[in-house]
């Protein structure tokens, strides 16, 4: 018995009992109201599952309405924010004028879809001097696995600064345009190299 007694795992005196947490509080009255409501006090399996579905369904809301704040209707096309003006710009070998494009754009003080149009008007050539073939459904990833090792660096560099401009929430200045066009016009200077 001394043994036992002088073990502090077998000294309730010192014992302290934490208080339910708001957590906890929090779970056993949603299981005080399930069972009352089905007259049962036996159901706390069926108060637990309902806790969860409630709360996921809660967070759901609250992170639907978030997005809905910020970025208009949702992710419908009618939204703000995730609408690609002329998003169906390169069509194979349609002839668009990327160049006009870009002028108005800058013209506009619209870098970032200055630097959209120049992304587009780099696959289009791209695809024009059969280094990649453009499908609508392609990733620029799907394009990257198309090319050179050559020209892979500046490409990545191109649509990083792309999807940096495009789909950040913030304004693109001139030196980024510019910097998008150096990166263009290295990628071009390099296929009609290799010819």
Do not use: C
């Not at 609508?136 to 990545?156: A, F, H, M, N, Q």
């Not at 789909?167 to 030196?175: E, L, R």
């Amino acid at each position: 018995m001394s043994n036992y007694a002088a073990n502090d795992d077998f000294n309730y005196m010192n014992l302290t009992i934490q208080p339910p947490s708001i957590w906890q509080r929090l779970q056993w009255w949603f299981g005080a109201l399930i069972a009352s409501i089905f007259d049962n006090p036996n159901t706390p399996w069926l108060s637990n599952v309902l806790f969860y579905v409630i709360l996921v369904a809660v967070l759901g809301l609250a992170i639907y309405y978030i997005i809905r704040l910020k970025y208009g209707s949702g992710f419908s096309s009618e939204s703000k924010h995730f609408s690609l003006a002329n998003s169906g710009l390169v069509r194979g070998n349609e002839k668009i004028d990327y160049d006009q494009l870009i002028k108005e754009a800058i013209e506009e003080n619209q870098f970032k879809l200055a630097i959209r149009y120049l992304y587009l008007k780099t696959l289009h050539f791209l695809h024009s001097k059969k280094v990649i073939a453009f499908k609508d459904w392609k990733s620029p990833y799907d394009y990257e696995k198309e090319l050179d090792s050559g020209i892979v660096t500046t490409y990545r560099s191109l649509t990083g600064l792309f999807e940096h401009a495009w789909y950040g929430d913030f304004n693109v200045s001139t030196a980024e345009f510019e910097e998008g066009r150096k990166l263009a016009n290295t990628i071009e200077s390099k296929v009609d190299e290799k010819g």
